[in-house]
Nanobody, 127 residues
Framework: QVQLVDSGGRSVQAGDSLKLSCAASGGPFSSYFLSWFRQAPGKERTFVATISRNGQIPYFTDSVKGRFTISRDNAKNILYLQMDRLKPEDTALYSC????????????????????WGQGTQVTVSS
């Protein structure tokens, strides 16, 4: 069973960049399908980005396309989220999620599809 630890969040100004990390232990990292989710205050957790097991196929929700980059280092067991040109609406608690399920196009944006979660790291963007 994999354990996930999120880090890298902090308070920044609009337009700044930030890189989040999700360190994994206790499981075969390359076998996990990984994604980032975020939860703004008073709102539901929503999908941000995902990446294939081999790290070659990323996908992003529309609001972050062109600003965020997702990557994974299967040798170091770390998932990354590079966030550029941050906006106040990006303010949220960011968490990584993992599952060993076979990729499902219908469900990969649903938080309930994932089996393991990081504790979250807070990103606050001020205008």
């Amino acid at each position: 069973q994999v354990q996930l630890v999120d880090s890298g969040g902090r308070s920044v100004q609009a337009g700044d960049s930030l890189k989040l990390s999700c360190a994994a232990s206790g499981g075969p990292f390359s076998s996990y399908f990984l994604s980032w989710f975020r939860q703004a205050p008073g709102k539901e957790r929503t999908f941000v980005a995902t990446i294939s097991r081999n790290g070659q196929i990323p996908y992003f929700t529309d609001s972050v396309k062109g600003r965020f980059t997702i990557s994974r280092d299967n040798a170091k067991n770390i998932l990354y989220l590079q966030m550029d040109r941050l906006k106040p609406e990006d303010t949220a608690l960011y968490s990584c999620a993992a599952t060993r399920k076979t990729f499902d196009l219908a469900n990969y944006e649903e938080a309930s599809w994932y089996d393991f979660w990081g504790q979250g790291t807070q990103v606050t963007v001020s205008s």
